[in-house]
């Protein structure tokens, strides 16, 4: 599972930061001032639900612990080094695929978006799914790691047993059938 998990970040990795080149290079999404300023950043209306909106994120998910300072970047570099160091050696005892799949995708985005904290002090952001009420503009990177988490989760409530108990999953449901069954 290893190797498979390993291979699966790099695939990540590469398909985020050759999306990055081209929305920065040939797109020309980040126009002088875009960066440091925030102003003139790109926009392109592409349909009603999808458009490419230029938006450097200075912090982590959804803009929160925002790092304005090179103090606060280069903690967030670090942190997020020892997160994908953290799952990498996760990934080395995963038995599972499912466990595999999900902590790839993590590692993969987690260095996606540390080559830009480095490259440039904050997180190159452009996909907008705005028109199906999603407010929040992302990458390649942010969108592995959130479908690695959610796969985290679900690895987790329904494949990963307790010694004698089960998965959660089925505690749970045995719980409830239990109270259930005594009302």
Do not use: Y
């Amino acid at each position: 599972m290893l190797r498979f998990g390993l291979i699966l970040s790099a695939i990540v990795f590469v398909v985020d930061q050759i999306s990055k080149w081209l929305i920065l290079g040939p797109g020309r999404f980040s126009p002088p001032g875009c960066l440091e300023a925030g102003v003139n950043c790109r926009f392109v209306e592409l349909s009603p639900i999808f458009d490419l909106h230029m938006v450097w994120n200075r912090g982590v998910s959804f803009g929160l612990l925002r790092a304005d300072s090179d103090v606060g970047r280069w903690a967030l570099v670090a942190l997020m080094l020892v997160i994908a160091g953290i799952f990498a050696n996760w990934l080395r005892t995963a038995d599972r695929r499912l466990t595999a799949v999900a902590l790839g995708l993590v590692i993969g985005g987690a260095l996606g978006n540390v080559i830009d904290r480095i490259r440039f002090g904050a997180v190159a952001d452009f996909f907008d799914f705005s028109g199906l009420w999603f407010p929040w503009v992302f990458n390649v990177a942010d969108a592995a790691i959130t479908v690695g988490a959610v796969l985290l989760a679900i690895d987790m409530i329904f494949f990963t047993e307790e010694p004698g108990k089960g998965t959660i999953w089925r505690q749970l449901t045995s719980r409830v059938r239990g109270n259930a069954g005594g009302s």
